[in-house]
């Protein structure tokens, strides 16, 4: 990761745009502040890209695009159904400033976050590696995008201060078997939810609450799947797993809904 984390500052300062490509389920989680504070030393523009935002509702998006806004012009896109690639490159063009030759334009962000992916939707499919399993782009691949965009894609890399399991758990990047802290991690998880889409708590788990803490929902949870230790008292690992299990199978995520 150190080796990893010298080449994307090298891109940073290589190149004349830098694209942040953050999930569009985790935002925020998956904004890495330590690459925007290199952009910002480097003085260097940069677009955050929301990618995979045909797994997100609507009225997230737009929320999470008007607070993403502040920091930076936002682009939302989805590079599986090729929604937003072209705004994203009128959007290239338009912050880039360069005459007369090609725009080197960095692509950078977490693991796995799509930043391949992202490169093949405004170049034309398969002309970046990509892969399910993160960690999959080594080095930096260049890809000649045409109308004098060529990207420099990177690999993914998280903050110093942000390696943590939640993030981890959150993104699927270490499963259940692999996370210390599983309580913690799935408690977290209950809260994002909490926060977010209650309903689909409630209803995949079949429970009802008011103002319960995350805490009381995970055995709230344990109780309705009937993981009981001995003498009755509800096993809160098995819970936390099964809650781990569920998020990163998809199962607690709303369909998407539709994207004009
Ligand atoms: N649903 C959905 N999946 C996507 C989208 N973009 C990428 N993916 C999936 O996300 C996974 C990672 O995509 P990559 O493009 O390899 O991600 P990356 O950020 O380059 O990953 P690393 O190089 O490993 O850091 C793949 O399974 C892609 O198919 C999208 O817009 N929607
Ligand atoms: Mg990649």
Redesign the pocket.
């Given at each position: 990761m150190a080796s990893q984390k010298l080449l994307v500052k090298d891109v940073i300062k290589k190149a004349d745009v830098l694209l942040e490509?953050v999930d569009?389920r985790f935002p925020d989680e998956t904004r890495n502040s330590e690459i925007e504070k290199d952009i910002s030393r480097e003085k260097k523009p940069f677009i955050i890209v929301l990618?995979?935002?045909?797994?997100v509702p609507k009225e997230k998006l737009e929320k999470a695009k008007s607070r993403m806004a502040k920091i930076a012009p936002a682009v939302f896109?989805?590079?599986?159904?090729r929604?937003g690639t072209t705004m994203l490159r009128h959007k290239i063009l338009e912050v880039a400033d360069i005459q007369g030759r090609d725009i080197q334009v960095g692509?950078i962000?977490?693991?796995?976050?799509?930043?391949?992916?992202?490169?093949?939707?405004v170049a034309g499919r398969g002309k970046?590696?990509?892969?399910?399993?993160?960690?999959?782009?080594?080095g930096v691949q260049i890809v000649n995008a045409g109308s004098r965009i060529v990207f420099l894609?990177?690999?993914?890399v998280f903050p110093l201060d942000e390696h943590d399991e939640y993030i981890q758990g959150l993104l699927g990047i270490k499963d259940s078997t692999h996370i210390k802290d599983q309580i913690g991690v799935a408690l977290k998880i209950i809260e994002k939810l909490v926060e977010e889409d209650r309903e689909l708590l409630e209803s995949f788990y079949k429970i009802t609450f008011t103002d319960e803490n995350s805490y009381d929902l995970l055995e709230m949870i344990g109780l309705q799947c009937n993981f009981l230790k001995k003498k009755g008292k509800i096993d809160e690992t098995r819970a936390a797993i099964r809650i781990i299990n569920d998020w990163q199978k998809g199962l607690l995520h709303r369909e998407k809904t539709d994207i004009e």
């Open positions: 490509v569009a990618n995979k935002c045909d797994l896109v989805s590079s599986k159904e929604f692509c962000g977490y693991p796995n976050t799509g930043k391949s992916s992202v490169i093949n939707g970046a590696s990509t892969s399910a399993i993160s960690g999959h782009t080594k894609d990177t690999p993914g």
